[in-house]
């Protein structure tokens, strides 16, 4: 059984409707009822999977752990301005030196002073297995922003540029020197939660998500959320600078990346066209790459022609 069916059965075990909990299993948050809709997400990452000791020192996983986890608030529209906070579950392996986990929690602290997160709490413990680090965290909103909101006729919308992160692994471990490969690089050892574009775009969103693990994945995920389809003009999905020249001399294709490789950790989201005006003057880097549509699935064109990337995402238990 592969994550995706994983969680579908899960849903179906757990997925009961319960008092003040209006969003269970599903989506990026559950939302809790209390003063006011609660945001609550868990997020884990192990050594091997999704931090690679090579490339990364023990505060970039630091970083690493608690921003991915952070990223889902953002998806849901997470108000910046209210609390944020977070638990951390570090499991260490017995080998794993002393200031190394010292510079790991110097990474969580960096993290959290940059998004105002709060760490309040956590556990420890030593094992034999892999480092895997589990960040649970918590944020409120005023109108929490969900996958299923989607309806034919909106606009495919993102934050940011894509393919920065995927680009950047491939070169941190190919050694690769310069500027540009520096920067992607960072993307992907220290990426940033979105949260104040996310509270921008939460007024205006019928439905968002973050993007972890590919472009065109996770927009099937809302596609599929919304009982609609999607069609996404790849031409129109943002680029750096450093993405084409750092995938250029490693002999990449950076549109592929930014369609499939995922770790970006922008946001996508659907927002009524009448309402687009409205969302540059919010966010004037947003870009449309696409459209919502009657049916199912998510179709790509690239040069105008349709396309189909090597990869959609990533799934644990499979590539797609």
Do not use: N
Not at 3 to 28: C, M, N, Q, S, T
Request: hydrophobic residues 45%; charged residues 25%.
């Amino acid at each position: 059984m592969r994550e995706f069916a994983w969680i579908g059965k899960a849903g179906e075990l757990f997925g009961a409707r319960h008092p003040g909990v209006p969003v269970g299993i599903g989506d990026d948050c559950a939302v809790l009822d209390g003063a006011g809709p609660t945001l609550i997400s868990i997020d884990t990452v192990v050594e091997g999977v999704h931090l690679d000791r090579r490339v990364m020192s023990p505060a970039d996983m630091g970083w690493r752990a608690l921003a991915v986890a952070l990223s889902d608030l953002a998806a849901c529209g997470a108000d910046p301005r209210r609390p944020i906070s977070a638990l951390l579950s570090l499991q260490w392996p017995d080998d794993l030196p002393d200031a190394a986990l010292d510079e790991l929690a110097i990474g969580v602290r960096d993290c959290a002073l940059a998004h105002g997160c709060a760490i309040v709490g956590g556990d420890t413990v030593s094992t034999p297995g892999p480092l895997a680090l589990t960040v649970t965290v918590v944020g409120a909103t005023a109108r929490p922003v969900l996958r299923r909101g989607a309806r034919a006729g909106e606009a495919v919308v993102v934050t940011g540029p894509f393919g920065a992160a995927a680009i950047g692994l491939a070169a941190l471990r190919a050694g690769l020197d310069g500027e540009a490969a520096r920067r992607c690089g960072e993307a992907y050892r220290r990426p940033r939660a979105r949260l104040a574009d996310g509270a921008a775009l939460a007024p205006l969103a019928t439905a968002m998500i973050d993007v972890s693990d590919g472009l065109l994945q996770d927009l099937g995920h809302l596609c599929e959320a919304g009982g609609v389809g999607a069609d996404v003009d790849l031409d129109r999905v943002p680029l750096d600078d450093a993405t084409r020249e750092t995938a250029a001399r490693l002999g990449l294709d950076a549109v592929d990346a930014a369609a499939g490789a995922g770790d970006d950790y922008q946001l996508l989201a659907t927002v009524d066209p009448h309402d687009l005006p409205e969302l540059r003057r919010a966010l004037p880097d947003a870009t449309v790459i696409g459209l919502m549509r009657a049916g199912a699935g998510v179709a790509a064109t690239r040069r105008g022609k349709p396309y189909e990337p090597p990869r959609r995402g990533y799934e644990h238990g499979k590539t797609v």
